[in-house]
């Protein structure tokens, strides 16, 4: 279990990464049309929250 969360969660900061790059992206925020750039700000939200859980899962199962 420990390992899956492990993965899960290193899967989560990999995608949460690629959105934060892509909002940090003048060229995307400024071109992107209004809805496709808050879809993304929804998606950070989204993958921050569940990287948290996955941290404190991770953290108090296995012990790190």
Do not use: H, I, W
């Not at 949460?16 to 909002?23: F, I, N």
């Not at 003048?26 to 809805?35: L, R, T, Y």
């Amino acid at each position: 279990e420990c390992a899956k969360l492990t993965k899960q969660l290193a899967d989560v900061e990999k995608q949460l990464a690629g959105v934060r790059a892509r909002l940090a992206n003048e060229k995307f925020v400024g071109s992107a049309p209004a809805s496709v750039v808050e879809g993304a700000r929804a998606n950070e939200r989204g993958l921050a929250e569940q990287q948290e859980g996955l941290a404190r899962k991770v953290a108090a199962l296995c012990g790190s």
